[in-house]
């Protein structure tokens, strides 16, 4: 019982020990007004509270960018940057202290609590936004905002630029030049710190080890909405969420790349993919497994599973300082490809076979995307039109798959409803890349020896 009790413990503590800190948050404002400039502004508004139906609200969510600049988490919430500012140049527009509704909804910081705990050198009540910011605006020659992000909000910095030029006869000069925010912000994003880089590889891990304890569960007769369950049991442990809905496909469903109904009942001899991803302290963890629903792969299965498999070692080759962002996608291509005809689903020369793209047939997505805040997190893939250079910090999932639903035309009917993703995180490094979460075995040999511990 002590065993279990320290053991219990420790999963708290470790789902409380990692956090972005006051000086971690003041770093990246500092670079962003750096970028930004001196006689500038940036305006960074909250996410708006959604409703899901009637009175019933979505859990709250704050704003990517207003989170990594600031850690505020309240709704109703601005956030502004005005370097060079001799008063203060990061200011909060927080909702007030309020006894009773803090009674029904919670805690609220306030101006007071924006300074102390959240390090503003200036906060107000947010009902004070329409009477200061245009003065915070003033005299400004450029505003940075992400137009288009928060629709209403937009309006009302319109708003206030056009009031500032109705008064321009009186001296008060608006900003000539509005600049979008999320085109130098995300730049940012793209580049993990030390800090960041912590995060994401302890979402990593809870994900990794949400998949195992999945793979344990799985058994036929059991639904998919059962090893969804588990994956969430496993991240609420840790005091993570999921990053998004899992999709939990069996059968015939492991062939549709966003399937989410998750109400079949597992089937003996069929597959199971399984792509699920945690977040923790707002960073994105995001992995896909795909395993057999009795524990033995079939001769066909582990067939074009090992192609996917040689496919994302591929891409991991490819994924280094001085490569482009196509590059991994390029070398899975030449993997898939060859392995299809290696294994008789694809016919004639491999050079011939990628230019004509009769992979697509059966990969037909990318080999990855951005990670971060965001499961598909923020950052451009091409500079003007040439692919993105790779460079430490940079964080992406590299995740092949090969899908082959009934009724293929051509294709044995050995091969029908396998459809396999492998999915990792990984981080770019000096000299290649890190898997963050290498945790959850891929090697088909290692997925049979996970689940013959099946519960």
């Known amino acids: 019982m002590k065993a279990r009790q320290a053991g219990v413990a420790g999963v708290a503590a470790r789902a409380t020990a990692l956090k972005a800190t006051n000086a971690e948050f003041a770093r990246r404002r500092k670079q962003l007004a750096r970028l930004m400039g001196r006689d500038s502004i940036a305006i960074v508004p909250a996410a708006p509270v959604r409703h899901r139906n009637n009175d019933v ?11 990594y600049l600031t850690g505020f988490d309240e709704p109703e919430a601005v956030a502004v940057l ?13 909702r007030d202290r309020d006894p009773l509704r803090e009674t029904w909804d919670g805690r609220r910081a306030g101006p007071d609590g924006a300074v102390e705990k959240y390090a503003a050198d200036d906060a107000f009540p947010v009902g004070d936004l329409d009477e200061i910011l245009p003065g915070l605006m003033e005299n400004r020659e450029r505003v940075y905002y ?12 319109l708003g206030w630029l056009q009031t500032l030029r109705g008064q321009a006869r009186h001296g008060r ?54 090893i969804a369950a588990e994956l969430v049991h496993e991240y609420g442990r840790h005091n993570a969420t999921a990053s998004y ?12 790349l966003h399937y989410h109904e998750n109400d079949a ?36 299965q582990r067939e074009v599973y090992e192609v996917v498999l040689e496919a994302q070692r591929a891409a991991f080759a490819a994924t280094k300082p001085g490569n482009h962002w196509n590059e991994a996608h390029e070398a899975a291509v030449q993997a898939i490809t060859r392995g299809l005809v290696s294994i008789g689903l694809l016919k004639g020369r491999v050079p011939k076979l990628i230019k004509d ?41 590299v995740e092949p798959g090969i899908y082959i639903p009934a009724g293929s035309r051509g294709v044995p009917r050995r091969f029908w409803n396998i459809g396999i993703r492998i999915e990792d995180d990984v981080v770019v490094t000096a000299s290649g890349c890190e898997i963050l979460t290498g945790d959850v075995p891929s090697a088909p040999d290692a997925i049979e020896a996970v689940m013959s511990a099946r519960v």
């Open 82 to 94: 005005v370097p060079g500012r001799p008063a203060a140049e990061y200011i909060l527009f927080v």
């Open 146 to 157: 992400a137009m288009g992000t928060h629709p209403e909000f937009d309006q009302k910095v």
């Open 57 to 67: 609200e979505y859990p709250y969510r704050q704003d990517s960018d207003l989170h």
């Open 173 to 226: 000069h608006p900003p000539q030049e509005m600049i979008a925010l999320d085109h130098v912000l995300h730049d940012m994003r793209l580049y993990k710190s030390r800090v960041e880089t912590g995060l994401m590889r302890e979402s990593g891990r809870i994900a990794a080890a949400a998949q195992l304890r999945a793979m344990r569960f799985t058994t036929p007769g059991r639904y998919e909405f059962e």
């Open 357 to 397: 793209g009769a992979y697509r047939r059966f990969f037909m997505h990318r080999t990855g995307h951005w990670l971060g805040l965001d499961v598909h997190d923020v950052g451009d893939y091409k500079v003007g039109d040439k692919w993105r250079v790779l460079e430490p910090g940079m964080v992406m999932t």
């Open 245 to 256: 809905q899992p999709i939990c496909g069996s059968g015939a469903n492991s062939c549709i």
């Open 265 to 300: 009942r597992l089937a003996d001899g069929d597959l199971l993919l399984v792509d699920a991803g945690a977040e923790y302290q707002y960073y994105a963890s995001d992995i896909t497994r795909t395993w057999p629903v009795n524990g033995r792969f079939s001769p066909a």
